[in-house]
């Protein structure tokens, strides 16, 4: 899977060249066999570091950077590799999703609260 389509790598690079926005997460990856997420919201201009949350399923979500290119080199079981949600929708600045996944203890259990506390969006 292409994990970064030529729009998605435009909107998270003009969001890297402004980054003291709390910018609304443009990508969620995840393992589709495991509990690891990530939601980006910037890309540098190395068109390979993405900042935004990281969730790797021990429990203790991080806003950090991480590397599109290991996301890419990921090989799991059955051939499969790290994708893309391709019906994800960011509706809460970074900052809201990393507080409740601190609180609840991933990402997607913070999305669940937050889409909750705002009415099922």
Do not use: K
């Given at each position: 899977?292409?994990?970064?389509?030529?729009?998605?790598?435009?909107?998270?690079l003009?969001?890297?060249?402004?980054?003291d926005?709390?910018?609304?997460?443009?990508?969620?990856?995840?393992?589709?066999?495991?509990?690891?997420?990530?939601?980006?919201?910037?890309?540098?201009?190395?068109?390979?570091?993405?900042?935004?949350?990281?969730?790797?399923?021990?429990?203790?979500?991080?806003?950090?950077?991480?590397?599109?290119?290991?996301?890419?080199?990921?090989?799991?079981?059955?051939?499969l590799?790290?994708?893309?949600?391709?019906?994800?929708?960011?509706?809460?600045?970074?900052?809201?999703?990393?507080?409740?996944?601190?609180?609840?203890?991933?990402?997607?259990?913070?999305?669940?609260?937050?889409?909750?506390?705002?009415?099922?969006?």
């Amino acid at each position: 899977m292409i994990l970064l389509t030529p729009e998605l790598r435009e909107r998270l690079l003009a969001n890297g060249r402004n980054r003291d926005a709390d910018h609304v997460p443009v990508v969620r990856f995840f393992n589709p066999v495991g509990a690891a997420t990530w939601l980006a919201t910037e890309l540098h201009e190395d068109g390979d570091t993405l900042f935004g949350l990281a969730d790797l399923g021990f429990g203790c979500p991080e806003l950090g950077s991480f590397s599109l290119l290991e996301l890419q080199a990921v090989r799991l079981a059955l051939g499969l590799g790290i994708e893309r949600d391709l019906l994800f929708a960011g509706h809460f600045p970074i900052s809201a999703y990393a507080g409740a996944a601190r609180v609840a203890g991933s990402i997607p259990e913070g999305e669940r609260v937050l889409r909750a506390a705002a009415g099922g969006v």
